[in-house]
């Protein structure tokens, strides 16, 4: 066993529906404006430009429930997101062997210091202090794709308090999960453990200490989160 200078950390994880025994978690890849209505709303345009990626830290996900409203922000915004988790990897991969990493999909949410993100688009700086902050990454119990009905179709929401703010259909991706999986691994290898942030659809908006985020994807489960 390897010596370490002091003890390794923690192995981030996350539930799996139906067994105590945990999915390790290695990377999280997450895509940016993937549905053309946030495009849209977030002042761009959709058109099917090649995708692009930012990466959150594998321990800034956690299992749903409370989440601290995170500091040095005063625009903390949800995303609901399809997540894939894959299970095996590779480089260069076609979309079919893509399709054949996925190891199961949850829904997560995708919490953004909106404010702090506009700063760093608008100076060419890197995104990740509006992204990579500590539990930056509620995500609910992952469901093996056996059990999974669709990766192709399904509607994708977000209740606020009870208020719909975020209702779309994952089948509006404008990059497929296949051609997603494809497309990161022409840049690196993808592996086991790796998790993919797929996107949000429009509605993002503002939450606040107190709120209850509730979303869900259909077939595939629902994440409940109270920002503290
Ligand atoms: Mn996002």
Same mark, same amino acid.
């Given at each position: 066993?390897?010596?370490? *200078?002091?003890? =390794?950390?923690?192995?981030?994880?996350?539930? $799996?529906?139906? !067994?105590?025994?945990?999915?390790?978690?290695?990377?999280?890849?997450? $895509?940016? %404006? +993937?549905?053309?209505?946030?495009? #849209?709303?977030?002042?761009?345009?959709?058109?099917?430009?090649?995708?692009?990626?930012?990466?959150?830290?594998?321990?800034?996900?956690?299992?749903?429930?409370?989440?601290?409203?995170?500091?040095? !922000?005063?625009?903390?915004?949800?995303?609901?997101?399809?997540?894939?988790?894959?299970?095996?990897? /590779?480089? +260069?991969?076609?979309?079919?062997?893509? &399709?054949?990493? @996925?190891?199961?999909? /949850? *829904? /997560?949410?995708? &919490?953004?210091? #909106?404010?702090?993100?506009?700063?760093?688009?608008?100076?060419?700086?890197?995104?990740?202090?509006?992204?990579?902050?500590?539990?930056?990454?509620?995500?609910?119990?992952?469901?093996? &794709?056996?059990?999974?009905?669709?990766?192709? !179709?399904? %509607?994708?929401? &977000?209740?606020? +308090?009870?208020?719909? #703010?975020? =209702?779309?259909?994952?089948?509006?991706?404008?990059?497929?999960?296949?051609? @997603?999986?494809?497309?990161?691994?022409? =840049?690196?290898?993808?592996?086991?453990?790796?998790?993919?942030? !797929?996107?949000?659809?429009?509605?993002?908006?503002?939450?606040?200490?107190?709120? *209850?985020?509730?979303? /869900? *994807?259909?077939?595939?489960?629902?994440?409940? $989160?109270?920002?503290?």
């Amino acid at each position: 066993m390897t010596d370490f *200078v002091f003890p =390794s950390p923690p192995q981030a994880s996350l539930a $799996v529906v139906g !067994t105590h025994a945990r999915f390790p978690i290695r990377r999280v890849f997450c $895509v940016g %404006r +993937n549905y053309a209505a946030h495009a #849209r709303e977030m002042g761009k345009d959709p058109d099917r430009e090649p995708p692009f990626f930012f990466m959150k830290p594998a321990d800034a996900v956690c299992d749903a429930g409370m989440v601290p409203y995170p500091p040095q !922000t005063s625009d903390l915004h949800h995303e609901i997101e399809l997540v894939l988790a894959l299970g095996s990897g /590779g480089s +260069n991969l076609s979309e079919k062997e893509a &399709l054949a990493c @996925i190891w199961g999909a /949850g *829904v /997560g949410i995708d &919490l953004t210091r #909106r404010d702090l993100q506009a700063q760093a688009k608008k100076m060419g700086r890197p995104w990740e202090w509006g992204k990579a902050f500590d539990m930056s990454a509620p995500i609910g119990p992952l469901v093996p &794709l056996a059990q999974v009905p669709s990766l192709q !179709t399904g %509607r994708i929401w &977000l209740q606020a +308090n009870g208020a719909m #703010r975020q =209702s779309a259909d994952i089948s509006d991706l404008i990059w497929s999960v296949a051609e @997603i999986i494809s497309v990161l691994s022409q =840049s690196m290898a993808v592996s086991a453990g790796d998790l993919v942030m !797929t996107g949000t659809p429009a509605g993002v908006a503002a939450c606040h200490p107190g709120d *209850v985020l509730r979303g /869900g *994807v259909d077939g595939i489960g629902e994440i409940e $989160v109270k920002i503290t």
